[in-house]
């Protein structure tokens, strides 16, 4: 490539000739003006009054001006148009365009069929001879349509394409930002951020950089995404503030997401009520609490009035809670819920919370059994405006571990999934970890056997009223967001699979690298697309291969959590244990001798992990203890499966910083650069943790390595 060309790509690839003075200078991820090119060079007509309707309007009119077309707003008189955006509902007079769209579209729906209702954020997609309609019942919806349209480029504007309908499956698809006001002296400006410093907080004031926040809403929007809490759960004294005295930092961010309809809610500390409002305790059972979280709460909405609501980290990891005063969560949670129930909030209540201060001699206290010891016998307790929100797995995020089993114990609670986006324990954005197809296995995960409901089922809950979808927030003040410019899928792939958790990662995948590598802004796109799909399909897999085998978790640096540290918890507080011996390895977690949490499944997996016989190979080490020498179902033993995986993922890393190599020069240089100095880094980070692993199990076991490779 020449120097022309690369000008020309990184002009493609950056907002660098802001439409608006305030647009920020970075990374435009999967918005680039050039996937707007196919919309821009069309003539739009948009109806419908409103916010939102505004932000379609304002899209549009955006690429209209960068690429040749044009735009209406609610004309009267009568325009030749390809693409309508309108609402479904009646109003005086509209242009026959518009009329015109209107009776196309109840047509496609009634052929669809169930087509009484799109919903608060639905929308039809439907062609009416040359002309692409979208029509929603609610302005969301249109924004939701907008850039559907945006991800199809000319395929929206295809004569054959059939009406398609498009509502989300979930209610609530959030991100949690465990962003800190002041820097925190361990855990810095973002806790378990990989990103650099906070979009919204820096050095304990706020940002105030408010065109990069509303970049961020945008993208956010394009994937899905309808609500974040802006602060970490883990509530220090300034960030406490936000609740109260800086409740006007908190409505400033919310003012700027709320054109893309994205809601705000605040992470708040329990003890507030003494740490902020003077009260000499924070019992939820005792009536001046109960009336200062309901003042300060209608203080909030006075402000904010589509405020979402509070998340709660309570009585977990040192954060205050109603244990104090030997209350239960459901009182804690309870208390503020009432108070957020006139006006429309709902509390997110976390139910990560487990004794961090176990005793490692202790082998009966297991700490995948907690979240399910304190919340399962509160089912049907929590206020409706309640929703438990749990992480997806037992321990914490790790790259393997089954499915919690408190998301299929709580039917009479409104419950919540929680991912996670950034990388604690996935590479840190140091490494390509491709989270899709992890993400999917979970949603789909059928926790009542294989005919029964799914995760994502309960997430959505009946007629959708479950807690959604949430995952902790991956972005940074980043050049590229998130560190690793390749991370940038995971967040957009959360936003996807929470709007339909049925849909194929890989497709996903492929639609995130079409949007952010457009093939015209790209001299070879197959050969980009190939190489990123092979790059990232199985990253994941690759991730799982060189680091803590068969589910066994952890075995991270104490931490920071990155990179190998065999025995780094094992003889901690923190309760994530392998027990390796010299004779095997793996968590006794049976009914029959170990710590039964195998019973807090229903009856299909309760007896499929319990047994050695049906337990998959992949979690065996999370549920037994096992000699080195068992052979799992693969035909392997365990202590072979261990070396040839650390061997084989290791090669893979090496073979993904080949491919990514064949780039150089076919897409922006500055990404280039960034994903290779990190591939650089993932290759001896892979083959650290391949050499500790491997050697530390030889050494334990004596085994030598059939293919008698290298072992230390
Ligand atoms: C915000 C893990 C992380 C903590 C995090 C906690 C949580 O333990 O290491 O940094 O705290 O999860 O989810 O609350």
Not at 664 to 683: K, T
Request: aromatic content about 10%; glycine content about 10%; charged content about 25%.
């Amino acid at each position: 490539m020449n120097a022309d060309e690369s000008v020309h790509l990184e002009q493609l690839m950056f907002v660098d000739d802001p439409m608006e003075p305030n647009e920020p200078r970075v990374h435009p991820a999967w918005l680039p003006p050039e996937a707007f090119r196919s919309l821009g060079a069309r003539r739009v007509l948009v109806h419908g009054d409103g916010l939102l309707v505004d932000t379609v309007l304002h899209e549009v009119s955006r690429a209209c001006a960068r690429y040749g077309g044009r735009v209406w707003h609610s004309p009267s008189w009568d325009v030749d148009v390809d693409l309508v955006f309108a609402l479904r509902g009646a109003d005086e007079s509209p242009s026959s365009a518009v009329r015109a769209a209107r009776s196309a579209g109840e047509v496609a729906l009634t052929e669809i069929g169930d087509g009484a209702s799109l919903g608060d954020e639905g929308f039809l997609l439907a062609r009416d001879g040359d002309v692409t309609v979208v029509l929603a019942d609610a302005p969301a919806g249109l924004l939701y349509g907008l850039f559907h349209v945006v991800r199809l480029c000319a395929a929206a504007f295809d004569p054959e394409r059939p009406p398609e309908r498009h509502r989300p499956a979930l209610r609530r698809r959030m991100l949690d930002h465990w962003d800190n006001v002041a820097v925190h002296p361990v855990m810095g400006q973002v806790e378990r951020g990989y990103a650099g410093g906070s979009i919204f907080w820096r050095d304990g004031r706020p940002r105030g950089d408010l065109a990069r926040i509303r970049e961020y809403g945008r993208l956010l929007a394009a994937s899905g995404v309808n609500a974040i809490s802006v602060n970490n759960v883990n509530v220090a004294r300034t960030e406490a503030l936000l609740l109260t005295d800086r409740l006007g930092d908190v409505a400033e961010i919310a003012d700027v997401l709320r054109p893309y309809h994205i809601r705000v809610h605040l992470s708040v500390t329990f003890a507030a009520p003494v740490v902020l409002g003077g009260l000499s305790t924070a019992d939820p059972l005792d009536e001046g609490v109960r009336a200062w979280w309901a003042a300060t709460t209608r203080t909030v909405y006075d402000r904010i009035p589509d405020f979402g609501g509070y998340v709660v980290k309570a009585d977990s990891e040192g954060q205050p809670g109603p244990f104090t005063y030997g209350r239960d969560h459901a009182d804690g949670a309870n208390m503020l819920a009432e108070a957020l129930a006139p006006l429309g909030g709902v509390v997110h209540w976390r139910a990560f919370v487990y004794n961090h201060h176990q005793d490692w001699r202790d082998r009966s206290t297991d700490r995948a059994r907690a979240a399910y010891d304190h919340f399962a016998p509160l089912d049907g307790r929590f206020r409706t405006n309640v929703v438990v929100q749990v992480k997806f797995g037992p321990v914490d995020f790790q790259t393997r571990e089954p499915v919690s089993p408190v998301i299929a114990a709580m039917p009479a609670t409104r419950i919540a999934v929680e991912l996670q986006v950034t990388q604690e324990y996935t590479g840190q954005q140091r490494h390509v970890c491709h989270l899709g197809p992890w993400w999917s296995e979970v949603l789909r995960f059928a926790p009542w056997g294989p005919d029964g409901r799914a995760l994502a089922d309960v997430a959505a809950g009946e007629s959708g009223v479950g807690g959604g979808l949430v995952a902790v927030a991956n972005v940074g003040d980043d050049l590229f967001w998130t560190g690793h410019p390749l991370a940038q899928a995971n967040l957009y792939t959360f936003g996807r699979l929470a709007w339909d958790p049925r849909r194929d990662p890989t497709a996903v995948l492929d639609e995130w690298i079409t949007l952010t590598f457009p093939p015209s802004a790209t001299a070879d796109p197959d050969l980009v697309r190939r190489a990123l799909h092979e790059i990232m399909d199985d990253s994941w897999r690759t991730y799982e291969r060189y680091t803590a085998p068969l589910g066994v978790g952890f075995m991270v640096n104490p931490g920071d959590h990155y990179g190998p540290g065999v025995d780094g918890y094992e003889y901690t507080r923190w309760g994530t244990y392998h027990f390796a011996d010299r004779d095997g390895v793996g968590v006794d977690r049976t009914r029959a001798s170990g710590t039964g949490f195998t019973g807090q499944y229903p009856p299909y997996w309760a007896e499929a992990y319990e047994s050695l016989e049906t337990c998959p190979d992949e979690l065996l080490l999370f549920f037994h203890h096992v000699p080195y020498g068992h052979v799992l179902h693969s035909g392997s033993t365990v202590i072979q499966h261990i070396y040839d995986t650390h061997f084989a993922g290791v090669e893979e890393v090496t073979a993904m910083r080949r491919r990514w190599l064949t780039l150089n020069g076919m897409i922006d240089p500055a990404v280039y650069e960034r994903v290779a100095e990190r591939l650089d880094e993932q290759v001896r980070c892979a083959t650290e943790w391949r050499d500790q692993i491997n050697t530390y199990f030889y050494r334990k076991s004596g085994v030598p390595d059939e293919r008698g490779r290298d072992i230390y």
